[in-house]
Every structure is written in C-alpha cells, then in structure tokens.
C-alpha cells in the first residue's frame, strides 16, 4: 500500500492547478490515494475564488476517474473558512483513521516526477525507525547527489512532507502560547533550534493561532526526532510571492534555494542508526541566513532605510 496524499488547498485556482499537474506526472500517481482539504470562503470575494478551485478539483477527479490517472480522489469541502492550521491538522487527523502514513502537500507545491517514489521508499526504508519523525521533499542545500543523495537533521521542512501516524500522533501538539511550547525546553535547546539566531523560527510561536509547522518542529526537537532530507530538493514552491506564511517581491529579493526539483530517481539506503551531520548542520545555517533571502541593489538600499527608521 502507498502513503496517500493530503493536498490542502483555498483560492489559488492557478497554483492548485499547477500542483496537481505536477503530481500527476508522477510515476505512482495511478497507485495513489489523494485526499483534498478545500478551505472555505472568509467573505464573498474570497468565496468565488474558492469555488473556482472547487470546480477545478471536480473536473479533475472525473477525468482522474476515467483515465486512471489516481487510485481515487475524495473532495472534502470545508462549510466555512476554517484557516490554514485547522484545515492542515483536522485533514491530517481524517487521514490518519484508515492510514498509517501520509503525504502533505499545499496548493503551491509542484513536486519531480519521482517524489512519491521517494517517499514511499522512505517510508518503507525507516518505518521500524522512530528516531526518524518527518520525511521532508524540500531541502534549502543542493548537496552532490553522488555523493550526499540524503541527510538526517533535526529540522523539519514543510514544504511537500510526510510523516508516520505512530510519530504524528505520539508527539505532535498544536500549542496555543509560546509558553507551552517553549515548556521544558533550556536555553541551549532554543539556541540550537535557532541555528545560533540565524534561523528566528520560533517569532512564529506569537502569531495567533501558532502555525502548525512550529508546533511540529518544536516536537521533533523535544523527541530527539531526525528528519530524513533529499540532497537535491524534489518539490518547489510556486507560491512564494501570495502565500499565507511566506510573501515575496522580486523586483526587492529572491530565495537563494528557489530551484527546480531534481528530475530523476533520489537513491535512498537505509541506515540503523541514523545521525544529524556537523557538517550539513553548519551548511544549512549559512543558508536559511535571513529566512534565505537575497536581496537586489534596490531591496538593499530600501532595506537599509527601513532599518534607520525602524530603530528611530
């Protein structure tokens, strides 16, 4: 049995379509199981665009159905607009009642050909393996897949991901204060799950409600958790620039690890005693540096005033 995929989606027609596409392609799409989690509306704008992609998501399961194209595709339409974080969390939930793995993905995650061969090896390679919490498809490094086709770290992606239920459920937690989160973990655990400060990630645990990938990340972190890691990353995320968590403006900056996702087979070995890399530690606090943002000559001079008059 295949891991299936939960595709959380809300009112971006054209990204959603471009990620189904890209799933699709896949090489065991037609074993799959696709679970959508269709967001609704917040106020009628929002609403017709939420039924655009709800009529997107029909046209495609009907032709799904006649070309094959997935094992099955079930809708589940929210009545009202639950946000982002329920959505994801209740979704996961529903899926975890008939399976024992899951795949997750967002409207603006268009993945290689060969991601869900990559995860379901995965998943089968280190099910027996609980230190390894979260399979990630999206990695901020480019590693020579010759010689560095995966790693273990203790930081989660969550862009394109999955996870086992026995690990989701024994240890995930949608914290409501940063108090809670932060409960019983020492200053070295912070300073660490911070990568020295360059990587500010827990600013998001006073965001109301505390996203979700916070949560898991801290949970990881308190477990002793790895995450298994491409070298290479398999997913890209098209929706950089109009998403909920993450906005970006090119003409200002761009992300250093925007790339293309590898296009062929990941190898994947199995290793029993799995361990996070000093060296691919280090690698990857130089490069989430500013959330991996680089800045043009513009953003940099806009930048340096936005600073002088911040501080005033």
């Given at each position: 049995m295949l891991a299936p995929v939960a595709l959380f989606v809300y009112n971006r027609a054209d990204n959603t379509q471009?990620?189904?596409?890209?799933?699709?392609?896949?090489?065991?799409?037609?074993?799959?199981?696709?679970?959508?989690?269709?967001?609704?509306?917040?106020?009628?704008?929002?609403?017709?665009?939420?039924?655009?992609?709800?009529?997107?998501?029909?046209?495609?399961?009907?032709?799904?159905?006649?070309?094959?194209?997935?094992?099955?595709?079930?809708?589940?339409?929210?009545?009202?607009?639950?946000?982002?974080?329920?959505?994801?969390?209740?979704?996961i939930a529903q899926v975890f009642k008939t399976h024992d793995r899951i795949i997750v993905l967002e409207d603006d995650i268009c993945t290689s050909p060969y991601y869900l061969q990559y995860m379901n090896q995965a998943f089968d390679l280190y099910a027996d393996i609980p230190q390894v919490m979260h399979i990630a498809g999206f990695t901020n490094l480019d590693l020579p897949i010759s010689d560095t086709p995966f790693y273990f770290t203790p930081h989660m992606s969550g862009w394109g991901w999955g996870t086992w239920r026995d690990r989701w459920q024994s240890h995930f937690v949608h914290y409501k204060t940063r108090a809670e989160a932060l409960e019983g973990m020492s200053d070295n655990d912070i300073d660490a799950i911070q990568y020295g400060g360059v990587f500010p990630c827990l600013k998001s645990l006073d965001k109301h409600p505390i996203p979700w990938d916070i949560c898991w990340e801290i949970a990881i972190k308190k477990a002793g958790g790895l995450c298994l890691t491409p070298g290479h990353t398999l997913v890209r995320n098209i929706g950089l620039q109009n998403g909920t968590h993450f906005r970006a403006f090119s003409i200002l900056q761009h992300y250093e690890f925007d790339r293309q996702p590898l296009q062929q087979p990941l190898p994947l070995t199995r290793i029993g005693q799995p361990q996070k890399d000093p060296r691919i530690e280090a690698l990857f606090a130089q490069a989430i540096r500013d959330w991996g943002i680089r800045y043009t000559l513009l953003g940099k001079v806009i930048r340096f005033f936005y600073k002088k008059l911040r501080h005033k």
């Open positions: 471009k990620t189904l596409d890209a799933l699709l392609a896949n090489t065991m799409a037609k074993d799959t199981d696709l679970y959508v989690f269709s967001d609704g509306g917040k106020d009628p704008l929002s609403w017709q665009k939420v039924n655009e992609v709800r009529h997107l998501l029909h046209l495609v399961k009907a032709e799904a159905e006649q070309t094959g194209a997935l094992k099955s595709m079930t809708i589940v339409e929210r009545p009202e607009n639950i946000y982002l974080e329920r959505n994801i969390t209740e979704g």
